[in-house]
């Protein structure tokens, strides 16, 4: 949708997304964040992240999970609350969220290779 296009209207629950594929980016990193957590803590790591620590204390795996996808779902919101005003600003917002999310999967990676494989690097 360019920033020219009219912005939907009617009946919010009935029209798509402004930006399903960075959505459809930000749901697949965050499960791969959720699955990288999952591994390292299966090998003997911890969480390094001292909020999403406190959850997995507080509420275990399940709760880290809610967390997350909750977390996705404002992000979705406010996108699309923004972009009904400021489309490009929006857009660029949705980046932003995958690209922050996938700061996590990186250190996970380098965090498995380097400490649970050294030989790899």
Same mark, same amino acid.
């Not at 699955?35 to 999403?52: H, K, S, Y």
């Not at 992000?75 to 969220?97: F, G, M, S």
């Given at each position: 949708?360019?920033?020219? =296009?009219?912005?939907? #209207?009617?009946?919010?629950?009935?029209?798509?997304?402004? %930006?399903?594929?960075?959505?459809?980016?930000?749901? %697949?990193?965050?499960?791969?964040?959720?699955?990288?957590?999952?591994?390292?803590?299966?090998?003997?790591? $911890?969480?390094?992240?001292? &909020? /999403?620590?406190?959850? &997995? @204390?507080? /509420? !275990?795996?399940?709760?880290?999970?809610? %967390?997350?996808?909750?977390?996705?779902?404002?992000?979705?919101?406010?996108? =699309?609350?923004? /972009? $009904?005003?400021?489309?490009? #600003?929006?857009? =660029?917002? /949705?980046?932003?969220? @995958?690209?922050?999310? !996938?700061?996590?999967?990186?250190?996970?990676?380098?965090?498995?290779?380097? #400490? %649970?494989?050294?030989? @790899?690097?």
């Amino acid at each position: 949708m360019s920033d020219q =296009e009219a912005v939907p #209207t009617g009946r919010p629950w009935a029209r798509a997304v402004h %930006f399903p594929d960075q959505y459809g980016w930000l749901v %697949f990193v965050s499960a791969l964040d959720l699955m990288l957590t999952w591994l390292i803590l299966q090998l003997g790591g $911890r969480e390094v992240n001292p &909020l /999403a620590d406190w959850i &997995l @204390v507080a /509420a !275990g795996y399940p709760g880290m999970v809610l %967390f997350k996808y909750s977390v996705v779902i404002f992000v979705v919101l406010v996108c =699309e609350y923004i /972009a $009904r005003k400021q489309l490009k #600003t929006a857009r =660029e917002l /949705a980046w932003v969220a @995958v690209i922050i999310s !996938g700061v996590p999967v990186v250190v996970a990676l380098a965090q498995i290779a380097t #400490t %649970f494989h050294p030989g @790899v690097w």
